[in-house]
């Protein structure tokens, strides 16, 4: 069964940095693209960030270009998504997601909260 | 960046009512478009990938459909477990964009 856990979410003071990590299971992780998509409160889906089965190709935004950094640890099956400089705008809850070919992201983990508030 | 335009923004519908959701792309994305359904709390869920394939253990009622730029979600018969968001993804090129979404209520 896929599983995708995220960890590291929390109140945070703007200007300040966050990492958050998802933990992958169910599937051979390096095979996958793997993104970040967040969703502020009571509003839609924003893509986030998108990397590649190595990691040598990463893909962003402009409103986070700059300030987050996507990475992955291949033997750990691990992602994670260190967020600099951050504004209270970033306030939303980040979900961990599998890209599949022709398909979109077909597995989502249950989402982390992320606070910016001073 | 290509623009993903969804209608409506809301709506009420009755149980067996026929629905439809439509998002248009502002640019060609080919079929590369992917629904969400998204309940109060919850992960999204694929419903309808590449445009008119139905994602694992979602109900036949649900079709996708495309004409032209213009790509729909179908609900044939609408049951009470339907309500929710909906959201379309377009997955043809970076940066990815959503829909605004959709929130489908009962009447």
């Known amino acids: 069964e896929v599983q995708l856990v995220e960890s590291g979410g929390g109140l945070v003071q703007p200007g300040r940095s966050l990492k958050l990590s998802c933990a992958a299971s169910g599937f051979t992780f390096s095979n996958y693209y793997m993104a970040w998509v967040r969703q502020a409160p009571k509003k839609g889906l924003e893509w986030v960030a998108t990397?590649?089965?190595?990691?040598?190709?990463?893909y962003y935004p402009d409103s986070v270009k700059g300030r987050f950094t996507i990475s992955r640890d291949n033997a750990k099956s691990s992602l994670y998504l260190q967020m600099n400089s951050l504004k209270s705008e970033d306030t939303a809850t980040y979900y961990c997601a599998r890209r599949r070919y022709n398909y979109g992201f077909d597995y989502w983990g249950q989402g982390v909260m992320v606070t910016v508030s001073s | 960046d290509i623009q993903m335009t969804q209608s409506p923004s809301s709506m009420s519908a009755s149980l067996g009512d026929r629905v439809t959701i439509t998002c248009q792309a502002s640019?060609?994305?080919?079929?590369?478009l992917i629904w969400f359904q998204q309940k109060p709390g919850k992960s999204p869920r694929p419903m309808i990938y590449y445009a008119t394939n139905l994602a694992n253990g979602v109900p036949s009622r649900f079709s996708g459909s495309r004409s032209g730029s213009d790509y729909s979600l179908t609900i044939s018969s609408l049951e009470s477990e339907d309500m929710a968001d909906y959201h379309c993804l377009q997955y043809k090129q970076y940066p990815y964009t959503f829909g605004a979404g959709t929130k489908l209520e009962l009447k």
């Open positions: 640019q060609d994305i080919g079929n590369n």
């Open positions: 990397i590649s089965t190595s990691g040598s190709r990463t």
